[in-house]
């Protein structure tokens, strides 16, 4: 089974701050990534699908890249309501996997 | 206004069944692949099953293999997951998930979640 890494598992930032969170797949899943929000309390939300492509309504500062096994979720501006932890999944194959998650704080 | 809306969690025995069911609405439910997606007290996301659009695709974690079905009534707009000889371990709140995209392929992300339901398996 292809295994998902995330890093780092928790993250404290100001706001204004650039923040990066990074996924890494044990084999190669081409772009078969997407990145989720889960506020705490909350339902996960959709961020990135395709590992670049925003979902719509989703704000500007959230961008994705990556291909293959390393993907980037960056959010170029951080803003309060962004407190939450974040998931990368990935969805080429069975077993659907999920990262164990990023808490992302303000400082 | 697109939605799910999960059903049947409650406290339930080890060893016991439950089904689970979500009721969407403002979409046709015929079109998308479904998943059921878990997420254990203060622990992160877990995949439970997929379902491809007309029901002859069905995918499971190894963690319910053999225990939990997956299945789905598009004329009732409905999707379920009978959960049998449950576990500890099984309890969460379990979430339904649309997969985007019209291809109705399981293999998608997925971007309208319902509220969930939480199961809670003790004695």
Same mark, same amino acid.
Not at chain 2, 27 to 30: G, H, I, V
């Given at each position: 089974d292809i295994q998902m890494t995330q890093s780092p598992s928790s993250l404290s930032a100001s706001v204004g701050d650039r923040v990066t969170i990074t996924c890494r797949a044990s084999q190669g899943i081409s772009n078969y990534l997407a990145w989720f929000q889960q506020k705490p309390g909350k339902v996960p939300k959709l961020l990135i699908y395709a590992a670049s492509t925003l979902q719509s309504? #989703?704000?500007?500062?959230f961008s994705g890249s990556g291909s293959g096994t390393d993907f980037t979720l960056t959010i170029s501006s951080l803003q309060p309501e962004d407190v939450a932890t974040y998931y990368c999944q990935k969805y080429n194959? #069975?077993?659907?996997t999920f990262g164990q998650g990023t808490r992302l704080e303000i400082k | 206004q697109v939605q799910l809306v999960e059903s049947g969690g409650g406290v339930v025995q080890p060893g016991r069944s439950r089904r689970l069911s979500c009721a969407v609405s403002g979409? +046709? @439910?015929?079109s998308y692949a479904m998943h059921w997606v878990r997420q254990a007290p203060g622990k992160g996301l877990e995949w439970v099953a997929v379902i491809s659009y007309d029901g002859n695709d069905k995918y499971y974690a190894d963690s319910v293999k053999g225990r939990f079905t997956i299945s789905r009534d598009n004329y009732k707009n409905t999707l379920y997951l009978e959960m049998n000889s @449950?576990? +500890?371990?099984?309890t969460a709140v379990y979430y339904c998930a649309r997969v985007r995209g019209l291809s109705g392929s399981p293999f998608g992300a997925s971007d309208i979640w319902g509220q969930g339901t939480k199961v809670t398996v003790s004695s």
């Open positions: 309504g #989703v704000p500007f500062r194959s #069975v077993p659907i | 979409f +046709t @439910l015929s @449950l576990r +500890t371990e099984d």
